[in-house]
């Protein structure tokens, strides 16, 4: 039996769900009003679905922890065929949401997320009467590179009823997810997401029907960091950490250039360009070198330091000081970054450290830290973040594309984000 595709729609606002559902209609089996839409929209999310797509099984992510009976009854009524329980939900709940499942004539699957013990809960919601599990890797474990697969091969080797797989699957991934036995595979984001989405789900639908992977350059999470960071910007970066990690008054010596490596750091003092040079011989290729005088000049960096890093295949310099012979540094396209520029150089005395952590304005930055650059400027990031980080960064950039998608189809960006509604209540 080949799997079904189950379509998350994990979106706050009733209008732009729907515009998704009706463009992948077609190429999905299960529609699913996801938490973030119930909690927004309430269960009028799941009557509209109902009312537009009467040929398909709707399921209403209630994620229910407590009132089992209220909860199912409630969503079965608006229109659902299916109600999503959590699997941490206390044994009493989730058999009162099997009873009351029965009675309004609804099937339930448990939702196994953040279980420590995914097998033996598994096993126990199949003993509960559950219709359904599903093996749910969440988002914020996704943006780790984390993946459902291996677990749900183990549960499903283990259960009789149906195992659902979620968690950043994608036209890649879909043939995993049924090679792995999910006979339920649930997409969001590389539908939602994607600025053609029936595009994607004929892609994804395919794949996981004849178990063949289909290449998608969006919609994945890797420990590449390096990979992921040359495909998105500073602006995603700064975004994803939370509108912070960027380098105050550092901008562009050259327009049109972009870096990312890890940091080579140089503590040196103003106008004292001895440090700045050695970090060239100490900096590995691909590597970033952050200099900081104290953002002052005169120049610690020029044209031969410049000229000497290209040949290191050093990917980019950042100066929070003065950089000089900017009219050259262009020339070569070497990507150079800086907060002031000035002619005058200062004198090579050797005061300073190398691969040191420094501070550039209020952000610090340790060795190894990850820098990238591009014509908004320079953002940091902490090594022991830098794959969740990148990846949550891809994200906001999948994210950009469906909405620049939907502004191209006649809507304004107030309009596709409710601005006015989504405002802060004081």
């Known amino acids: 039996m080949k ?74 009524k608006a229109g659902a065929d299916i109600v999503d329980v959590c699997a941490q939900a206390s044994d009493a709940t989730i058999a009162e949401c099997v009873a009351a499942a029965a009675n309004v004539g609804c099937e339930i699957i448990v939702d196994l997320i953040a279980c420590e013990d995914v097998i033996s809960r598994a096993i126990r919601a199949q003993e509960l009467g559950a219709d359904y599990v599903a093996v749910h890797t969440a988002i914020d474990e996704q943006m780790q590179a984390k993946t459902p697969f291996k677990t749900v091969m183990e549960v499903a080797s ?7 797989a979620a968690g950043g699957i994608n036209s890649e991934t879909a043939a995993e997810a049924a090679k792995a036995g999910a006979q339920i595979i649930i997409v969001g984001g590389a539908i939602t997401k994607d600025s053609d989405p029936a595009q994607a789900a004929r892609k994804i639908r395919k794949a996981a ?97 410049t000229e000497s890093a290209k040949k290191k295949k050093i990917s980019a310099v950042v100066v929070d000081g003065a950089v000089r012979d900017t009219d050259e540094i262009r020339k070569t396209g070497f990507p150079g970054y800086s907060k002031l520029i000035c002619p005058t150089a200062g004198e090579p005395k050797g005061f300073g450290e190398i691969n040191v952590k420094i501070n550039v304005g209020e952000t610090a930055i340790k060795p190894g830290d ?17 794959v969740e980080i990148a990846n949550r960064a891809q994200d906001i950039l999948e994210r950009e594309n469906r ?22 209540q004081v």
């Not at 908004?376 to 830098?386: L, R, S």
Request: hydrophobic content about 40%.
């Open 370 to 386: 990850w820098i990238v650059c591009d014509g908004d400027g320079v953002v940091v990031i902490p090594k022991e973040k830098a």
């Open 3 to 76: 799997p079904r595709i189950q379509l998350a729609l994990d979106f706050v606002n009733l209008d732009r769900a729907i515009k998704v559902a009706q463009e992948a209609a077609d190429y999905v089996d299960i529609l699913e009003a996801g938490t973030p839409l119930i909690k927004s929209e309430g269960l009028d999310a799941v009557r509209k679905l109902r009312k537009l797509f009467p040929d398909k099984k709707i399921v209403a992510d209630m994620k229910i922890m407590d009132a089992g009976r209220v909860e199912v009854e409630a969503a079965a």
């Open 158 to 164: 283990k259960l009789k009823i149906p195992v659902a």
């Open 209 to 305: 029907h004849t178990q063949k992977p289909l290449k998608t350059t969006l919609f994945k999470r890797d420990t590449d960091v390096r990979k992921i960071l040359s495909s998105v910007s500073t602006s995603n970066l700064s975004d994803a950490m939370h509108r912070s990690g960027d380098l105050k008054d550092i901008k562009p010596i050259n327009a049109g250039t972009r870096a990312c490596g890890p940091a080579v750091t140089c503590r040196s003092y103003p106008g004292d360009w001895a440090k700045p040079v050695q970090a060239i011989d100490t900096a590995n290729p691909g590597d970033i070198i952050v200099i900081t005088t104290g953002g002052v000049g005169p120049a610690v960096w020029g044209e031969l330091a």
């Open 403 to 424: 909405i620049r998608a939907e502004i191209r189809g006649g809507g304004s960006l107030g309009r596709v984000m409710h601005l006015l509604r989504w405002e802060k």
